[in-house]
Each structure stands twice: as C-alpha cells, then as structure tokens.
C-alpha cells in the first residue's frame, strides 16, 4: 500500500466518533513494519512508536474520528431519526447520502425534507435547522422492516467517498482529520529510517470533536515533552469565508504553523525554521486563544507540555464536501519529519 492508497483507505472507512475502531484497524496494519512498538490503550487511541527507549517524547496527534450521527428512534412508517456525533452542520443534512452501519452491514440512506412546494413562508426562510426534524429513509415499508437492517445506538456518517478536483485537490467527508492522521502517521514512517535523538510517538487520537478526550488520555500515558497536533483549518480562499481581516490561509499554500498562548515559542521557531530548510511554503496561524485541537488538551496534560500545532487548510469544514491540497499534506510531513531531525541533546524547548 502505497501512500495515497492509505489515505483513500482511511477517508474511505466510517470511523465516527466513539465508533473508530474500523479505522484504527487500518492504521495499525499499515504501520506495524514502520514502528518499534503498536499499542491500542484503554480509551482506544493507537500510538505507534519510533525508539521509544528513549528519555526524550515527541508526540504527533492527528485524530481519527469524524462528525457523524447515531440512531435514537425507528418510527412506525420505518423512517429513522438521529442525533449529532460531534459539531454537526444540520444546514448540510437536507438531501444528503448517508450511511447507517448497522450489525449486519452498511445500509444506504437519504436525509428527507419536506418539498419546497409544501413549506411554509416562515419554513422558507428559515436559516436555523433542527435535527429533531430530520429522518433518513431507507426505503422500508414499516418499523419492522427497518428494524431488520438498522438499530437504535447505529452510527452514520456522510455517504463515504472520494474526489479529486483540479490542481491537485482532494474532496471527501473526514478530512477533517483523517488528513492529520494521515501526516502523523506518514511523518514517522519517513523518520523510522532516520537516526534520531528522541522517542517519537504517532497517536490516532479517538474522540476530538467531543471535547479532545483522546488527546488527553493518551498525552497523559505517553508523558511527552513535545506534543504537536495536526489538524484542518479554516482556508479562507473561498466566498464563504467573509472576514477580510483574517489571516490568509489558502489551499495549496502550505500548511499552517501557530503562534500564541497554545505554542510553544522554541516549538514554533523549530518548525519554521524546519519549513525553511526542506524549502516548503507554509503560512502563518496566530492564535490569540488556546486552539479547539488536540493541541489544547496536550499542552495542560502532567506537569505542562511544549505545544504547537500544524493546520491542513481545509473548504468547507464539517460538511460532505470538505476539500484539501494533498500538496499541504507532502509540506507537513517534510516539515514535521525535519523538526523532528534536528532534536538534539542539547535542545532545550522551555521559553526563556
């Protein structure tokens, strides 16, 4: 499996939050030739080591679980209804392919709406939408018959599949983050034919988009002194992104590197200065917050950890057309795997 065959497979299995084991699966088959040690830990997160001997941790986090939704009534006439996994965009659900991974297999579902014709005037112009009146359908007669293929607890994620669009961009649902996932995982593989200086750890951390939980159970059992996390941000080259006061943040422009309260300044400078040397693009992120990534949650795990994060940047966040370069992917990896390179004894990450 090459590459690219990787991250297909990844965006191409459902793994939506609290459901990611099918996803983890394929994370652990494709990097048991690459690590020194796979360990699965109790909350379900897989952290896969290079040289984990060592007295020095890196931590890489991308994490692997996607919005999606879980079944929580089957009614009379079959229809099924759901709630949100995760920050949920209920604007995009009207009219969308999902699908419902029950007990015995994948079932293949629509998200209904009441037909123009028939709404109301207030309906029409209605912005706010409610996910209590939603159903899929999936052509059952009764709630019998739904009940045959579909359970109350399923999961369901976006109808998974993959588009590549012009200039070297890639559109699927999960991106967000498989594609973080996808530069963690690929950053120590180029490193495991590398010497290094430290004990480098890729997590495909579980259950971000619920509150960082798998960030900060596994930063707690892996105790790093470096922890960056690798997730999408908000690309700002397209008309829905309206703040022309923002930082730009274009596809294809390279990723992204954080400054602010949340990175670690040596961290920071590291990176940059990584970006530099292997000669890749990347564009400035500040932040003024603690960031909603994994980052967040690794920095406050023990006694404090140095910080930072790499942005993928990303269109059209939380829908089923969110859009990448895979040329911000190759970016990352070389610049994650030469910070990673030029750790030596003597670098010491506490500002000063």
């Known amino acids: ?15 939506p939050t609290g459901f990611e084991q099918p996803v983890q699966r394929i994370v ?20 896969v080591a290079l040289n984990p001997k060592a007295e020095r941790k890196v931590m890489l986090a991308g994490h692997c679980d996607q919005i999606g939704l879980m079944v929580r009534h089957i009614s009379n006439e079959g229809f099924v209804y759901v709630s949100a996994l995760g920050g949920m965009d209920i604007g995009v659900l009207h009219g969308a392919r999902v699908t419902i991974f029950g007990e015995k297999g994948p079932v293949e579902g629509i998200v209904g709406r009441k037909p123009i014709h028939a709404q109301s005037a207030d309906e029409r112009d209605k912005t706010k939408n409610d ?19 579909v359970a109350i607890g399923d999961c369901a994620t976006f109808k998974l599949g993959i588009l590549d669009l012009g200039n070297n961009l890639i559109c699927a649902p999960g991106l967000d983050d498989k594609v973080g996932l996808f530069v963690a995982m690929e950053t120590l593989r180029v490193c495991s034919s590398k010497k290094l ?24 059992g892996i105790s790093p002194e470096v922890g960056i996390a690798i997730d999408v941000t908000h690309a700002t080259d397209n ?7 923002a930082a730009p943040c274009k596809l294809g422009g390279g990723p992204t590197i954080t400054s602010g309260p949340n990175t670690n300044p040596v961290v920071g400078k590291m990176l940059k200065d990584a970006a530099k040397k292997a000669k890749v693009p990347f564009q400035p992120a500040p932040s003024p917050r603690p960031l909603g990534n994994d980052a967040n949650s690794i920095q406050m795990s023990g006694r404090g ?4 994060s790499i942005g993928i940047p990303n269109r059209y966040m939380h829908s089923q057309v969110e859009v990448c370069s895979y040329k911000d992917l190759e970016g990352a990896i070389k610049i994650l795997a030469g910070f990673v390179q030029a750790i030596t004894a003597k670098t010491d990450f506490r500002p000063m």
Do not use: C
């Open 1 to 15: 499996m090459d590459s690219k065959d990787f991250l297909h497979k990844l965006l191409q299995t459902p793994s």
């Open 28 to 47: 652990r088959e494709r990097m048991k030739k690459h690590a020194d040690s796979i360990e699965t830990d109790l909350h379900g997160n897989v952290i």
């Open 131 to 149: 996910i209590e009146k939603l159903w899929i359908d999936i052509g059952a007669r009764n709630k019998k018959e739904a009940e045959k293929r």
């Open 197 to 220: 200086n430290v004990g480098l750890y890729a997590v495909s951390t579980v259950q971000e988009e619920v509150g960082l939980r798998g960030a900060a159970t596994s930063a707690f």
């Open 239 to 245: 008309p829905g992104h309206e703040n022309a006061k």
């Open 305 to 308: 950890v140095a910080a930072a």
